[in-house]
């Protein structure tokens, strides 16, 4: 794993547990705000007095496996009612990918079966730009299973946790399945 994906790594997740363990951060008033984005309509994430922001955060795409290429491409949507900095989307695999693969500048692996995204700031009512991963299988599967779902929002929260956790069965047809 390259040194800029690890440092990425660790910012996230240090990030995540500042704002899990204390909100908006230390020495910062109740009104501090994220802003989640740039130029007219941009959202933002609020922590007004100790209270989490709601953002209904869903991804789709398609999975689709042929002899050892394993393509998935998603978009994640937040449908609001605030702005995300940022969010973490986690995909896990039922087949362990080979090793030494490049991946999109946004994603990197977190082990043999784990890859995570970036979402970049997601408005209200906004979406990401398509991220699309070409991967490679150890072997030769007859089908995969992925797992998708938010592994990070920023500390917000979901009031309909089901439209980003998705488990899409691909056997190794070339169709696309989608999400």
Not at 110 to 137: F, H, I, M, N, Y
């Amino acid at each position: 794993m390259g040194v800029k994906r690890k440092a990425w790594l660790v910012a996230v997740s240090a990030v995540a547990a500042v704002v899990t363990v204390t909100g908006a951060g230390p020495g910062v008033g109740a009104e501090a705000e994220i802003e989640a984005g740039t130029g007219a309509g941009a959202g933002t994430v609020g922590f007004r007095g100790g209270v989490a922001p709601e953002a209904d955060l869903s991804h789709h795409g398609h999975v689709s496996l042929w002899s050892q290429q394993l393509t998935v491409s998603f978009e994640s949507e937040n449908h609001g009612p605030s702005g995300l900095a940022d969010a973490t989307v986690r995909l896990t695999f039922s087949v362990a990918l080979a090793a030494g693969q490049s991946l999109p500048s946004n994603c990197l692996r977190s082990g043999d079966r784990v890859v995570l995204c970036r979402t970049g700031p997601l408005r209200a009512v906004g979406r990401s730009q398509e991220t699309v991963l070409d991967l490679k299988a150890a072997g030769r599967p007859v089908e995969a299973i992925v797992e998708i779902d938010t592994a990070w929002n920023g500390g917000a929260s979901d009031p309909n946790p089901e439209n980003h956790r998705h488990r899409v069965l691909a056997p190794a047809t070339g169709d696309p399945y989608a999400f």
